[in-house]
């Protein structure tokens, strides 16, 4: 069964500043992989996915993720952040062949101006 | 818009009440899911549809809860003599075929008194 760690349950930020946002997995298959995020009192909505091809995948706001087969991770960044940009963000891990998403426990980013 | 619909958004009740949510999705799919989401954690599966067939039950669905899906359209999960620890926000998810990318509704806050 795969499981995923975010390893930052909090990330304050100035705008315009960068950010990273990491995540780990574990899988002994093949895994597709999302970034989610989820505003105040709303669903999740999908930011970025790695399905196959290029291991770097980028959003249309800006944000872009890395697959690192090697060290299993999937680490989210964005260059400078926005005001708008304050939301929840969940790494998520589905195994091929296998429908169901196993989420990370989530990281709150907190964009300051 | 997600594509899929949920109804209520919030839902208060006293314990031991029984409570029914429904799921409509509203793009074109063939798989339905339903998650739960605790405070600070992430989404966790509770099941899934392929068409009016429900395929997989994580173990974290107890027998006072069961999920429907009638004619492979809408979905309902209905939770009987409802506690304490069944106060989440349930979500509901649709993919499309082959590929295993989750779209998530706005979810429905339960909170059992």
């Known amino acids: 069964a795969q499981s995923v760690t975010q390893l930052d349950s909090q990330v304050p930020v100035f705008e315009e500043a960068p950010v990273e946002l990491r995540c780990n997995y574990s899988s002994s298959v093949s895994v597709y992989l999302f970034w989610y995020v989820q505003y105040p009192n709303q669903g999740l909505q999908l930011l970025l996915k790695?399905?196959?091809?290029?291991?770097l995948v980028e959003s249309i706001n800006g944000f872009e993720a890395e697959f690192n087969k090697s060290q299993t991770s999937f680490h989210l960044r964005k260059p400078s952040v926005h005001i708008s940009d304050t939301a929840e963000y969940f790494c998520?891990?589905?195994?091929?062949?296998?429908?169901?998403?196993?989420f990370g426990a989530g990281t709150t980013v907190t964009v300051r101006a | 818009d997600t594509g899929v619909s949920q109804d209520p958004r919030h839902k208060i009740t006293k314990r031991g009440q029984n409570v029914t949510f429904r799921c409509d999705p509203i793009s074109e799919h063939n798989r339905l899911y339903w998650y739960r989401q605790t405070l600070g954690q992430g989404p966790e599966f509770l099941t899934y549809f392929q068409n009016e067939a429900q395929l997989e039950k994580s173990r974290l669905l107890s027998d006072r809860f069961s999920a429907e899906r009638p004619k492979g359209s809408f979905s309902t999960l209905e939770i009987q003599r409802t506690e304490q620890g069944d106060s989440a926000m349930y979500l509901c998810a649709i993919s499309l075929f082959d590929r295993n990318i989750q779209y998530f509704g706005a979810g429905t806050r339960l909170s059992v008194l």
């Open positions: 790695y399905l196959s091809g290029s291991t």
């Open positions: 998520a891990v589905s195994e091929l062949r296998d429908y169901k998403l196993s």
